[in-house]
């Protein structure tokens, strides 16, 4: 492996690498093995095909891609423990030559460790908020659970508050029809206040096939910022009335919820709501632990390269957010007017934070000797594929090096927080 470092910045070292083709052949054959197991080549047992049989099934290129995420973590690691970084967060890679037989070329550009001074986190104190369910909470639930097995019956009659109704509606501003302002067979709750305010109210007294057109102004604080305040006008059909009826609240209907009686129905909500709220107690006790620890700490330059990682991983946890509602990511961009590199420009505030709060728990973990022992990363790999039974490739990468070098961190971590929720939240 030959090694070139460069350092543009105090907080940040690029480093390119060249790994030979003798050096890298390793590497290749794991990979034709994993190829050769995952697809049935004739007079050969999975995994025990020649590597060359291997090589003209599936192309030299098609193996070298297979390792090279292997390849590139292997040197990269080398590469920085051979310079004695002291290193933060995923690299930024860019791979220069790749080329079966010859030379691969990478360059890896990685945030370092600044130099960080930690307040007197054991003298701060955190206390935990009180579990509280109220009965409020547990009829509310109750009475979703009603509308989600509400019955829908068509009728012939005019729009009243708590029917189900299905409508076309047009939204337009100074004439023009906005982003997203059409739809058809829109499906609506009159009364649930999921639209903007009056909307709802607009519809009460209409009846079937019936349409209207009406003026709103959408809410000052409304998400799409080139509608809020603003006058515009709408064009609403109703397509159908449906009365709802929502089921009684007695022993029959609660067993079909998995309940014995209402009361055990009660019970269980309860307990489910206290579950739910223990958790958002515990997590933001720990925010407020280790905010409170960042602001009594000192830091030097903190590597650009870092927050930037972390306001991308943001930007894809958002992502991950909008489509688990059934909304399109691309679609919900478009209606803010924006690009994901704007996202990613307005998270960066809050990474940073987040990039802090990762630095006092590393540095806390050096000063407190707490790392990852080979038995607890061996439970927490094996409990991880667990879930990827029957997937080679998730398992190949589970158990590769750079993936490891992740769950080290994560158990790491674990162990610090549950020593600090000792020092601090007396637990």
């Known amino acids: ?38 697809s049935k080549i004739e007079g050969f047992r999975p995994g025990k ?54 030379t691969l070329v990478f360059k890896a550009l990685v945030g370092l460790m600044p130099t ?64 997203g302002g059409t739809s058809k067979k829109y499906p609506l709750v009159i009364g649930e206040g999921t639209m903007i ?28 910022k080139m509608l809020s305040g603003k006058m515009c006008d709408f064009k609403v059909k109703v397509l159908s009335v ?20 209402v009361t055990d129905l009660k019970t269980k909500i309860k307990d489910n709501l206290s579950q739910e709220q223990s958790f958002q107690i515990e997590q933001k006790a720990e925010m407020e632990m280790l905010n409170k620890i960042v602001e009594q700490t000192e830091f030097s330059e903190i590597p650009e390269v870092l927050v930037e990682n972390e306001a991308h991983r943001m930007v894809h946890e958002f992502e991950d957010s909008i489509e688990s509602q059934g909304l399109s990511f ?15 420009a307005e998270f960066k505030p809050k990474a940073l934070e987040r990039v802090k709060a990762s630095l006092v728990i590393k540095e806390i973990a050096d000063n407190e000797k707490v790392e990852a022992i080979p038995e607890e990363l061996q439970k927490e790999t094996e409990q991880i594929l667990t879930q990827v039974k029957d997937n080679p490739e998730a398992e190949a990468n589970i158990k590769s090096e750079g993936y ?6 994560v158990v790491r971590n674990r162990k610090v927080i549950k020593i600090l929720k000792s020092i601090i939240l007396g637990e």
Do not use: C
């Not at 423990?81 to 220069?96: D, R």
């Not at 547990?138 to 299905?166: P, S």
């Open 116 to 179: 960080i001074k930690l307040g007197d986190y054991k003298t701060i104190k955190v206390t935990k908020e009180e579990i509280k369910v109220d009965d409020k909470e547990v009829e509310k639930m109750i009475n979703d659970l009603r509308k989600m097995r509400a019955q829908e019956v068509v009728v012939e009659r005019a729009v009243k508050q708590g029917d189900f109704t299905e409508v076309d509606f047009t939204v337009s501003l100074d004439g023009v029809v906005i982003d």
């Open 330 to 344: 691309t679609d919900y961009l478009a209606s803010i007017k924006k690009e994901e590199k704007d996202l990613t």
């Open 49 to 102: 095909a020649p590597y060359e049989l291997i090589k003209t099934r599936f192309g030299e290129m098609a193996i070298f891609q297979a390792a090279l995420d292997d390849i590139i973590s292997h040197f990269y690691f080398q590469a920085v423990k051979q310079e004695n970084l002291n290193t933060v967060a995923a690299p930024k890679i860019e791979v220069e030559k790749l080329a079966p037989g010859n």
């Open 1 to 38: 492996m030959q090694l070139i470092k460069n350092q543009p910045k105090t907080s940040e070292v690029e480093l390119t690498i060249e790994v030979s083709a003798t050096e890298y052949q390793p590497f290749l054959e794991k990979a034709a093995n994993r190829l050769s197991q995952e």
């Open 404 to 409: 490891q070098h992740y769950l080290q961190t």
């Open 197 to 224: 305010p009056g909307f709802e109210d607009q519809l009460v007294g209409m009846n079937k096939d019936e349409e209207k057109n009406f003026q709103l102004k959408f809410p000052d604080q409304y998400q799409n």
């Open 242 to 261: 449906y009365e709802r009826t929502l089921p009684e609240v007695n022993d029959d209907w609660v067993k079909t919820l998995g309940a014995s009686n």
